[in-house]
């Protein structure tokens, strides 16, 4: 029995040396989670128990279990390489199978769907609609979209104005070319429907006591494309603009309730050698409305600031940004951003019921419970860190240390064998 003993001791002992030894192998490995074997003493036992003088039949190993504690974060500068700081695997896909993994070294292929390091599985997240918005709780295979983002016409525009109470009124007619007639021009680039940049330029006129005349114009004309004269039937249309004793914003057009000047008949075209002509882009029907509402008249100078547009040219991709709940968002040539997807983040009941299936990888089991998907920073899952991956989590230190107990532990038990070996001849030779 004792040899039998000192057998399991050694195989107990190999099977420590061996996962100790995988630890090692892998101190280097992306994603990789450090193992540890735990052991079982084995006693034969009958229906009425061991009894009080039981001697054991040696060691079985009971288990190996890995810790899913975070790994240290290199820096890599590649965006599509990330990493998880708390709970949470990225989901990667083969061919419908989902597996689960720590390691985020993430590429495109040539259809650029986003996948892991050798383009087996492609990583599993949600889409966003043509608006940018993340549709959420269906799973897809993440894609780059690297098409051009379609222009947008300009329909609303908004600023923050302050105009000088201490300007001078000014009495002689408006005239684009004598800039004496105006006490201040604000301009802003507007798009029609094939995303060509024009300017919407605006003149204001003092005209009186907390009374001003807001001329618009676009490209230098009216926006119906005929030339801006003095006195004549195509002059630009002033829109009054009054303000009350404290500078603030009374009406716009002889109306209170009014806090916008609306550009209509807007007709884009352009010059060429002298001769206005429409290019064939349209405008918004309803016209470009210019926000008024954030409009003073302090005692100080007059000035524009925290202008905003919803109008864009055409724009080309030119990188992606991921953020910590895992939204990639497309930056564009033309300043616009767009989110075109979300990683997706799975979590688990007990993560020691997975299934290890190799290159850092697991299934889900009976024992783990089904995944929870959800992006990062939601919950219990960890935040996303893009341009960074999680180093293994194996204490080098503390493994070398446990091959040198592992080395003992063997040879003490190959000793109890050879002991063992020396009783029996001894007793051999006596008969």
Do not use: C
Request: proline share 2%.
């Amino acid at each position: 029995m004792s040899f039998n003993i000192g057998l399991s001791g050694l195989s107990a002992a190999s099977k420590q040396l061996d996962v100790t030894g995988n630890n090692i192998a892998n101190v280097n490995t992306t994603g990789f989670k450090s193992s540890r074997a735990e052991f079982a003493d084995v006693y034969s036992a009958t229906k009425l128990g061991t009894g009080s003088r039981a001697v054991g039949n040696g060691v079985r190993l009971a288990n190996v279990t890995q810790s899913f504690g975070n790994g240290g974060m290199d820096s890599t500068g590649n965006v599509l390489d990330m990493g998880v700081q708390g709970n949470g695997f990225f989901v990667l896909s083969s061919n419908g199978s989902l597996s689960y993994t720590r390691a985020g070294t993430f590429k495109t292929d040539k259809d650029g769907y986003v996948t892991n390091t050798d383009g087996t599985a492609k990583l599993q997240g949600f889409a966003a609609d043509a608006n940018g918005n993340i549709i959420p709780g269906v799973l897809t295979n993440l894609r780059i979209d690297t098409s051009n983002l379609s222009p947008e016409t300009t329909t609303k525009i908004g600023s923050t104005i302050n105009l000088d109470s201490k300007s001078t009124a000014i009495t002689i007619p408006f005239d684009v070319t004598n800039t004496a007639s105006y006490t201040k021009p604000f301009s802003t680039t507007i798009y029609d429907t094939q995303g060509n940049a024009h300017s919407l330029d605006q003149y204001a006129v003092k005209t009186g006591a907390n009374t001003w005349n807001v001329y618009s114009l676009v490209d230098g004309r009216n926006p119906n494309g005929t030339a801006a004269t003095v006195g004549g039937a195509t002059d630009p249309v002033p829109v009054p603009v009054v303000f009350d004793s404290a500078g603030k914003l009374q009406s716009i057009g002889g109306s209170a309730a009014q806090t916008s000047i609306t550009v209509t008949g807007w007709v884009p075209g352009k010059v060429t050698a002298g001769v206005w002509a429409a290019n064939g882009a349209g405008a918004n029907a309803a016209g470009i409305a210019i926000d008024f509402s954030k409009t003073t008249q302090f005692n100080a100078d007059t000035s524009r600031n925290n202008i905003t547009n919803d109008g864009y040219a055409t724009g080309q991709i030119t990188d992606i940004t991921i953020d910590a709940t895992g939204v990639i968002s497309a930056n564009f040539s033309n300043q616009q951003h767009k989110a075109i997807g979300q990683v997706a983040l799975a979590t688990f009941t007990n993560e020691q019921g997975l299934q290890a299936v190799g290159g850092t990888s697991w299934k889900e089991t009976f024992s783990s419970g089904q995944p929870a998907f959800d992006g990062g920073t939601v919950g219990t899952n960890g935040s996303i860190l893009s341009g960074s991956l999680e180093a293994s989590n194996v204490n080098l230190t503390s493994e070398l240390v446990d091959l040198i107990k592992g080395q003992s532990y063997y040879q003490a038990n190959a000793k109890t064998i050879s002991t063992q070996s020396t009783i029996m001849q001894t007793i051999i030779q006596m008969a």
